[in-house]
């Protein structure tokens, strides 16, 4: 089946570090793949995406390359801020599915 | 920007209460899904609609129903709450799944 593997968190980093979260998936076919950035009491929205091997999607300052030999999309930033404080999720979708399927979050705490 | 509004922010519900969260979007979108997200497991869809009076059964539907009968809008029915379904359930729409999804803020229930 289809699926995503997100690192564990919480990360906690000091502002101006620099951020990986880890992502790996399994699909039957080939996916598109999404990052997600949830801000405290709001609701997600969609932070960057990218929808071919060796695309690279950029929001924000964040990037992320799919990885078809590895079935990766880590999420990267250069210098996080603490405004950056928040749960990302990475999801998929395969084919002309309408669904997206999410891993189970990684809360990322930045401190000054 | 599209928008996506969920009626309440916060709920708190008797057992065994009938229970409608609703949530419309002003931007046309054909889209529209229910999630719920618990910690730790991140978002589990319910039920999704690709058109007016359209439904499917998402990964977790029992307990839950829907109504979509106009395109803007998409209602999540708790026919009997339980205090296993106390969570923070999540509205979105999208055009398309590679376009992403807008979210709304998300509504807080507790079951009691």
């Known amino acids: 089946g289809n699926s995503v593997t997100q690192m564990e968190g919480p990360v906690t980093l000091s502002e101006e570090a620099f951020l990986t979260i880890n992502c790996t998936y399994t699909?039957?076919?080939?996916?598109?793949l999404f990052w997600y950035v949830q801000y405290p009491g709001e609701g997600l929205q969609l932070l960057l995406k990218?929808?071919?091997?060796?695309d690279k999607g950029s929001n924000k300052g964040f990037e992320a390359t799919y990885r078809k030999e590895t079935t990766s999309f880590h999420l990267e930033k250069g210098s996080v801020q603490v405004s950056d404080s928040a749960v990302y999720f990475c999801?998929?979708?395969?084919?002309?599915?309408?669904?997206?399927?999410f891993g189970s979050g990684t809360r990322l705490l930045v401190r000054p | 920007d599209v928008k996506v509004t969920q009626s309440s922010r916060y709920l708190v519900k008797r057992t065994g209460e009938k229970v409608f969260l609703e949530c419309v979007q002003d931007?046309?979108?054909?889209?529209m899904f229910w999630y719920r997200q618990d910690p730790g497991l991140g978002l589990r869809l319910i039920y999704f609609?690709?058109?007016?009076?359209?439904?499917e059964k998402g990964d977790i539907p029992e307990g839950y129903s829907v109504s979509r009968e106009k395109k803007e809008r998409f209602s999540l029915i708790l026919e009997s709450a339980s205090t296993n379904q106390t969570s923070m359930y999540l509205c979105?729409?999208?055009?398309?799944?590679?376009?992403?999804?807008?979210f709304g803020s998300g509504t807080r229930l507790t079951v009691v």
């Open positions: 990218a929808t071919k091997a060796d």
């Open positions: 999801a998929l979708t395969v084919g002309s599915s309408y669904k997206l399927i």
């Open positions: 699909a039957t076919g080939y996916p598109s």
């Open positions: 979105a729409s999208s055009l398309t799944v590679e376009s992403g999804y807008t």
């Open positions: 609609s690709y058109d007016v009076k359209m439904k």
């Open positions: 931007m046309d979108h054909e889209n």
